[in-house]
């Protein structure tokens, strides 16, 4: 499972921006999806995920602001964020925690618990 997010960028306080992350490989199916961030010198946190039936958890800072979403057969998330505020800036990294997919050259279907992560996505909001 390969996870490439995009959508990140420059922008100032109060605007918005909506990142996406598809997911590629041969993939049978997705479980949580979701986003996090991390700034330096802080551990990595959550911001929004969403189960492939569709419960939703904010961290208490994106709630109101933040809105996750996913398109099970595009295999992708997205996450639509407003209100932006200087305190959001981060890399934002996306994450499916879960997947069944089909590896190797005899084509062995494996479904794990695992952490998949995507290369981050630098969201910088100017004040």
């Known amino acids: 499972v390969q996870l490439q997010a995009s959508g990140g960028g420059l922008v100032q306080a109060g605007g918005s921006r909506r990142l996406s992350c598809v997911a590629s490989g041969k993939i049978l199916s997705l479980d949580d999806m979701g986003w996090y961030r991390q700034v330096p010198g802080k551990q990595r946190e959550l911001v929004a995920k969403?189960?492939?039936?569709?419960?939703?958890n904010y961290a208490d800072s994106a709630k109101g602001r933040f809105s996750i979403s996913r398109d099970n057969a595009k295999k992708s998330v997205f996450l639509q964020m407003d209100n932006l505020k200087p305190e959001d800036t981060a890399v934002y990294y996306c994450?499916?925690?879960?997947?069944?997919?089909?590896?190797?050259?005899?084509?062995?279907?494996?479904?794990?618990?695992?952490?998949?992560w995507g290369k981050g996505t630098q969201v910088t909001v100017s004040s």
């Open positions: 994450n499916v925690h879960g997947a069944c997919a089909i590896y190797g050259p005899e084509d062995t279907t494996v479904c794990d618990g695992e952490d998949h």
């Open positions: 969403i189960a492939r039936g569709g419960t939703i």
